[in-house]
């Protein structure tokens, strides 16, 4: 199993994001693992996770460069980690910082929050990235849709100005894009290099109503569906998560896509 969206921030960081999910005004959910480093991987072993992303953003000017020092040195030492990067517009570095983490640092891709780091996903400051991205196939995880607490914006939109200039970037829709599925599901009909993935999709929550898209999505999009669970700012057992996905009952054959090949061949990573 491959998990795409596993979040992999240093200690301090994670400590003050679990601190603003916990603070009931902001209507999110108690963290049911508080974990980091070896013992966040060791769970994910546990679990039977084989490989997983290390996502992570900025939300202010200075941070993106220690984050993306500390993935290089954690998947240094943790094999199965598929490295993850992030860039912040307003560093003003945006060329260098993706030379580095493409070229030197050999990352997978990078994640952009638009809500958390309130930079949107088509401004230009972000057009040299997303240029050498494409050309080095690199995948960009982004989530701009309203799940769980923001509010419907013009995400969708953004994105297809993105693709528009950019065809052959890889682009995986957190969340399935919830709650407009509908307006992420249109996009894959025009570029061939559009993907979702499943965090938090379909699991019984409390914290997040309509969650599922609905088996139909799931059979449409049987080629563009990664598996992910946030973990590990979840509220409920990893395996509730897998649990809400073979529920749909979706067959062996489109299981195996979205656990585990569809990852393998997007990011070209060898079977292990
Ligand atoms: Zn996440």
Known sequence: MIDMHVHFFPPGVFQAIWRYFETPSNGLWNIKYKLYGGKLIQTLRMEGVKRFTSLLYAHKPGLAQYLNDFVK???????????????????????????????????????????????????????????????????????????????????????????????????????????????YCVLVDDFEYLYFDTAMNCVHTKAIPNNCPGREFFLKNQDRILFGSDFPNIPHAYSNQVAALRKLNLGENIERKIFNDNALNLLALKEF
């Open 73 to 183: 040195e954690s998947a240094d030492h943790f094999p199965e980690m598929i490295p993850f990067g992030t860039v912040f517009a307003g560093d003003g570095s945006s060329e260098r910082v993706a030379r580095q983490i493409f070229e030197e640092y050999k990352f997978f891709g990078i994640k952009l929050h638009p809500f958390v780091s309130n930079e949107n996903l088509d401004d230009p400051r972000f057009f040299p990235v997303y240029e050498i991205m494409q050309d080095y196939g690199k995948v960009l995880i982004c989530h701009p849709s309203s799940v769980p607490v923001y509010l419907k914006t013009d995400g969708a939109n953004r994105l297809r100005n993105v693709l528009i200039r950019f065809p052959r970037l890889k682009v995986i829709v957190a969340h399935c894009g919830a709650f407009e599925y509908g307006d």
